[in-house]
């Protein structure tokens, strides 16, 4: 099983940036997958959410209406669009597969760093 997410980088605030988890290994398309952050010294929270089919999401209220998921079960790839980034978003941002039954899987993560 693997989830690699790419995308992360240093940006300035105002900017954008698509984060991107491809996933291998076990049935995706049966999975919720989310992302989830964690900033030095904060402890790990969940950024957005989708549902299997895509039919539903969900976000923290501190990235609503900045930050979109998708996925593509096709390809395996689940993303997280982030628009308006602010300082208060660098974190590490960590891909995230959870089925109920068949289990929870993470990424290694990727760094995002929001800065002037």
């Known amino acids: 099983v693997q989830l690699v997410e790419s995308g992360g980088g240093l940006v300035q605030p105002g900017e954008s940036l698509k984060l991107s988890c491809a996933a291998s290994?076990?049935?995706?398309?049966?999975?919720?997958m989310k992302w989830y952050r964690q900033a030095p010294g904060k402890e790990r929270e969940m950024v957005a959410l989708?549902?299997?089919?895509?039919?539903?999401?969900n976000y923290a209220d501190s990235v609503k209406g900045r930050f979109t998921i998708s996925r593509d079960n096709a390809k395996n790839t689940v993303s997280l669009q982030m628009n308006s980034l602010k300082p208060e978003d660098t974190a590490v941002y960590y891909c995230?597969?959870?089925?109920?039954?068949?289990?929870?899987?993470w990424g290694q993560g990727t760094q995002v760093t929001v800065s002037s």
């Open positions: 995230h597969a959870h089925h109920i039954l068949l289990g929870v899987y």
């Open positions: 290994g076990f049935t995706f398309s049966r999975y919720n």
């Open positions: 989708i549902t299997p089919t895509g039919g539903s999401t």
